[in-house]
């Protein structure tokens, strides 16, 4: 069994729109979902949903993704799901993509797998996030047979794993509590690369003029958690690591996937 | 891309700056298929590697929530001759006390993530005038601050101030007796100190706690010690009896009577010895690795100090050690100590 959780933050038509396009792209899944859970973290705006296979959880306050990753955690695992994805409301899964990645997880000892992540635009700024892997997740050097981190967009974990490391609810918003969850499941447990989980991640870039400004405001954002990261997780860090991207998402034996 | 944070009072020289530029653009460079792209590309890059590397980010971690505790063992002389204690018998030289100067800065430097500071000793009010210092500053930083004493030193006009600052006084009692009094303090002391504890409650009120050590020798004394507690309202809190360099035994034979997944203090303290030494734990030296000190605050900055490859992987082997310190009230949740 395997369930999708979104934390969404609602505040404009175009974050409604994406998550339309999300839910119907998560209707057309080869393999369906046992559960979807919507879990709105207090958007200001309102809407509807257009389909009923999603449970749409409304949180009275906002309290970040972690929270609302958590309450959809919460969920799923009352309800017996093995396996827990995750992505976000911006993001679009390749009609397989629960497939592969809960395949993943059921057919290997990895308690928690991540796929390949692309950018939907075509601007210079997408390109720029493709090759430099900035959401496609990090290899775990030298031997790039797991994962040191996988950002939360394009991410599953198996119940047990889920229930012994939640998301850390401290970080107020989307910026290091995945690196956080990643970096304490590591202290237990291996992370897989499955690259033929494919998702895109749409970053909201019109043009090169006018994306530039939320292209330094995203870096902004995620260097802000990193002192609180990098508090946490002192040891750890330490680990080389090195994004994926198109051009080394093979490099890894892949022969690791059946262990 | 690197997610570590440096101060910039920290920050490594230029020549460092330009290596770490290089080693993230050399490997980049080669990802990038369309020559065309080559110059924007490099450019984006090193958007996100000086934003990394030099955009401000706030240093209280965690969000506002403390996770440090400060402890600083203020001295090792003691005027008390405890056999439980062999920290009284290695007085510190004069000239290699710290000055008062570098612990404020210490204190300074890290109370935006200290819960608490703690003084210890050794007996912290043979300094009396430095303990009141850290008091007033503690109060300024907003730190509660936890002092531990013999209760030998108190007085009434220290005690007036320390109870304005709203800090906690702890005194060490481990018989309420007079004879296993003067036995368990080394000292005929009991009718000089027991007054000032009366003083002291009637000053401080509630933020007068008493503790005891709990030993084979004081097994049979800490009962009465509680009852009289429960009898004057104080709070009260048993600590194991711990290596220390004393003659007394363990009750509990020396072993953890805690598991590994209970939370070790590893994390969040931050322990200074009288010469400014830091380390994570008293009990540091059973582990290899920590045989040496971290640093020394009177010649570094103790954010650098904690930031080393070597306090971090210190702290790693200490979550998981299961020494006997392990059995110490730092490792016990705050909420739980005092009853």
Not at chain 1, 186 to 201: D, E, M, N
Not at chain 2, 224 to 245: A, L, M, S
């Amino acid at each position: 069994m395997s369930a999708l959780i979104i934390p969404c933050y609602i505040k404009s038509q175009w974050d409604i729109n994406c998550l339309y396009r999300l839910l119907e792209s998560v209707q057309n899944q080869t393999r369906k979902f046992d559960k979807v859970y919507l879990v709105d973290d207090a958007s200001p705006l309102k809407y509807e949903l257009p389909y009923d296979f999603a449970e749409h959880i409304l949180l009275n306050e906002n309290g970040g993704p972690a929270r609302a990753r958590n309450t959809g955690i919460e969920r799923a695992l009352a309800s017996g799901i093995e396996h827990l994805l995750f992505t976000d409301h911006d993001c679009i899964p390749e009609k397989d993509w629960n497939d592969q990645m809960t395949g993943f997880l059921e057919q290997t000892s990895f308690a928690a797998v991540g796929g390949m992540t692309y950018s939907w635009g075509n601007t210079i700024y997408d390109y720029y996030h493709n090759i430099n892997g900035t959401l496609a997740g990090k290899w775990l050097l030298p031997d790039k047979k797991e994962l040191w981190y996988m950002p939360s967009l394009n991410f599953g974990m198996k119940a047990f794993a889920a229930e012994e490391f939640p998301f850390d609810e401290r970080f107020p918003t989307a910026a290091g509590e995945d690196v956080d969850l990643c970096l304490r499941l590591r202290s237990k447990y291996r992370i897989g690369f499955c690259p033929t989980a494919t998702l895109w991640h749409d970053y909201g870039y019109k043009n090169a003029f006018t994306g530039f400004r939320k292209f330094v405001n995203l870096f902004k954002k995620y260097k802000s958690s990193s002192a609180t990261v990098y508090e946490g997780h002192t040891v750890l860090m330490w680990d080389s690591s090195e994004s994926i991207y198109k051009g080394n998402m093979y490099e890894s034996n892949l022969q690791t996937k059946i262990q | 891309m690197s997610l570590i944070y440096r101060r910039k009072s920290n920050d490594p020289d230029f020549t460092h700056a330009i290596y770490d530029y290089v080693g993230e653009m050399r490997p980049f460079i080669k990802r990038v298929k369309k020559p065309h792209l080559l110059v924007p590309m490099l450019l984006f890059k090193s958007i996100e590697w000086g934003i990394y590397r030099w955009h401000k980010t706030p240093i209280r971690r965690f969000y506002g929530v403390k996770g440090n505790e400060l402890i600083y063992m203020i001295t090792n002389a003691c005027n008390d001759r405890c056999p439980k204690c062999g920290i009284w018998e290695r007085p510190e030289p004069r000239d290699q006390h710290l000055m008062i100067e570098h612990f404020i800065n210490c204190l300074k430097r890290l109370h935006h993530n200290l819960y608490q500071v703690t003084l210890t000793g050794g007996e912290p009010l043979i300094f009396k005038k430095d303990v009141m210092l850290i008091a007033e500053e503690a109060k300024k930083l907003n730190v509660p601050m936890v002092t531990i004493t013999n209760g030998r030193f108190l007085d009434e006009a220290f005690l007036t101030r320390y109870k304005k600052l709203g800090h906690i006084l702890v005194v060490s009692v481990d018989s309420v007796e007079k004879e296993k009094w003067n036995e368990f303090r080394g000292r005929r002391n009991f009718d000089i100190v027991m007054p000032k504890i009366m003083l002291a409650k009637e000053i401080l009120g509630d933020q007068l706690r008493i503790q005891s050590v709990l030993s084979k020798e004081s097994a049979e004394e800490i009962p009465k010690v509680k009852e009289w507690c429960k009898q004057h309202k104080i709070q009260f809190n048993v600590q194991f009896n711990q290596d220390f360099g004393g003659t007394w035994t363990n009750v509990i034979s020396g072993e953890v009577a805690y598991d590994n997944d209970t939370p070790c203090a590893a994390r969040k303290n931050i322990c200074i010895y009288p010469n400014g030494d830091v380390v994570k734990c008293f009990d540091h030296r059973r582990i290899p690795l920590a045989k040496e000190p971290l640093g020394n605050i009177a010649k570094q900055d103790i954010i650098e100090i904690l930031c080393t490859k070597r306090s971090t992987e210190v702290s790693k082997i200490m979550k998981t050690c299961n020494l006997p310190c392990k059995n110490m009230s730092c490792n016990k949740p705050q909420t739980l100590l005092f009853n």
